[in-house]
């Protein structure tokens, strides 16, 4: 399996996909927002895009659909709830459905909600996995949930679905936030000596060809993760006095992303 990350430059700092059966060339196009870079890459390798992909309904995800399908006549695909927010939607997807990309490529489709109530993140099915996760999982940070989303139902995607996926899986998230995550992770957890380490390593990294972190990695450095931490607590009881003395796994993210907000 290829995993293309395709860096858009624009303000919102998207990342764009294209997953890719070695064998056979066919590749399905995920929240191609940037259009003429996602077929630019796919002409440039001889790749062809049959499916399009979009992990969510919100517009910086979605608004290359029209122009791919144009051009490559790809079938779109997404939650199966979003048939109503995306238009031209082909195939809804469930938990559990498999995706499948030429001969070689199946993709496990995990039912995501949190930042909007219709997310899919795709499970590669290979020896070491990775995660394609739009808007719910970014390097060292959460998706926000201002737009159709609730942080009950986030946390809940955290701690029952991404928290067990196996340790090496690799994260390829729908934006580079990672610098401005690792520096909220420092002002809840000053004492992360590895996200600490991390900063100094990618602050001036090439978005083209960034850090792919792992699951592993993630919980050692992502303070939505990091919530039995003691020092993440005691720097949450000062922002909230009224925190219970011992709080929940689920009050610890939900007021980390009450806080990440207005950070």
Same mark, same amino acid.
């Given at each position: ?85 995306? /238009? $031209?939607?082909?195939?809804? !997807?469930?938990? @559990?459905?498999?995706?499948?990309? %030429? ?6 489709? &995990? ?47 955290? /701690? $029952?679905?991404?928290?067990? !996926?196996?340790? @090496?899986?690799?994260?390829?998230? %729908? ?6 995550? &690792? ?81």
């Amino acid at each position: 399996m290829i995993v293309d990350q395709i860096w858009t430059g624009n303000a919102y700092r998207n990342f764009n996909y294209l997953i890719v059966c070695p064998e056979t060339g066919e590749a399905v196009a995920v929240d191609p927002l940037d259009h003429e870079k996602c077929l630019n890459r796919a002409r440039a390798q001889g790749w062809e895009i049959t499916q399009v992909l979009n992990t969510h309904e919100h517009g910086d995800h979605t608004g290359g659909n029209k122009r791919v399908i144009e051009a490559t006549g790809a079938k779109l695909l997404a939650h199966r709830n979003a048939k109503n927010a995306i /238009a $031209g939607m082909d195939v809804g !997807l469930s938990a @559990n459905d498999v995706v499948k990309v %030429g001969k070689t490529v199946e993709l496990l489709a &995990l039912d995501t909600p949190g930042h909007t109530m219709s997310h899919v993140c795709l499970l590669s099915k290979t020896d070491q996995p990775a995660l394609i996760c739009g808007d719910t999982l970014f390097n060292a940070g959460a998706g926000n949930c201002h737009n159709g989303g609730h942080p009950n139902e986030l946390y809940e995607t955290f /701690a $029952g679905q991404l928290e067990s !996926l196996p340790e @090496n899986t690799l994260i390829y998230p %729908g934006h580079d936030y990672m610098v401005n995550n &690792l520096a909220f992770t420092l002002d809840r957890e000053p004492d992360n000596d590895r996200a600490r380490a991390l900063l100094s390593e990618i602050e001036n990294q090439d978005p083209n060809d960034p850090l792919v972190s792992t699951l592993g990695m993630e919980k050692e450095i992502n303070t939505f993760f990091r919530l039995r931490s003691p020092t993440v607590i005691a720097r949450l009881r000062e922002a909230f006095p009224d925190l219970p003395a011992s709080p929940s796994p689920r009050d610890v993210f939900v007021k980390l992303r009450e806080l990440r907000n207005d950070w």
